[in-house]
């Protein structure tokens, strides 16, 4: 029974070599670990050599720090360049600038605020007659120009006029199709029956409840009629 413990104790000891061989590892661990720590920036530049980027631009695109004051100064330049041309492309007469989300509008002239307020512009309701006819009221979007300015505008009613409020459609010269008073003292014309005019509802200004037309307050129409000339361009979007 004692010979069995003293060999089994035996065969559990490790010899001395062993254990220096542990304590080696581990102290090379530690040694390439502070290594691996204070030149970390030149491991990773080998790493980098090696290794595809991934397609990410912030990588892709990077400056070395003492080539980073003549980069800004490319960058600066580009900027100004780019800057010029956007400059360049501003109308020279003044022009108007109708945002349909929030419906409000600005009177310029080159990069200078003329005048800005609420507006009125399409529904996007749709209107129906049969399977033939359909109706979407829109403000159109897209560089626009002022046809023609009218003072004291009559307005000729459309057929969805007559289809909106269930009444039968006149013919073309019919006297119910001529209405006074309904587009206000200014009329400016942008495109086949879309106009830029004033309002008896002056309450829904700045709410999207037009066919399609942009309305105006008094003072802000008679601005901008007395401003745009025809050929002025409206930016709608």
């Keep these: ?82 800057q010029k041309k956007l400059h360049n492309l501003i109308p020279q007469q003044p022009y108007l600038i109708v945002n349909t989300t929030h419906n409000t509008f600005k009177l310029m002239q ?32 897209g560089m ?24 039968p459609v006149p013919s073309p010269r019919h006297p119910s199709r001529y209405e006074y008073g309904t587009l206000g003292q200014y009329k400016l014309e942008l495109k086949d029956g879309y106009l830029i005019h004033g309002t008896l509802y002056k309450r829904f200004l700045g709410m999207a409840v037009t066919h399609g037309c942009i309305r105006l307050g008094d003072d802000d129409l008679k601005a901008v009629y007395t401003t745009l000339k025809t050929g002025s361009n409206v930016f709608i979007y």
Aim: some cysteine; aromatic content about 8%.
């Design 144 to 167: 626009l120009k002022v046809r023609s300015k009218q003072v004291n505008p009559v307005w000729v009613r459309p057929d969805w006029a007559f289809i909106e409020e269930g009444l």
């Design 1 to 82: 029974m004692k010979e069995h413990l003293t060999t089994t104790y035996s065969q559990q000891r490790k010899p001395i070599w062993y254990i220096i061989l542990i304590l080696l590892a581990l102290a090379f661990s530690v040694l390439l670990a502070l290594i691996v720590v204070r030149r970390a920036g030149s491991i990773g530049e080998v790493v980098v050599r090696f290794v595809p980027l991934p397609e990410d631009p912030s990588l892709l695109n990077r400056v070395p720090v003492n080539e980073l004051s003549a980069y800004q100064i490319s960058i600066k330049k580009d900027i100004a360049v780019i």
């Design 110 to 141: 080159r990069d200078q605020l003329i005048r800005e307020g609420m507006c009125s512009t399409g529904s996007y309701t749709i209107l129906t007659k049969g399977d033939n006819k359909k109706w979407v009221f829109e403000t159109p979007r």
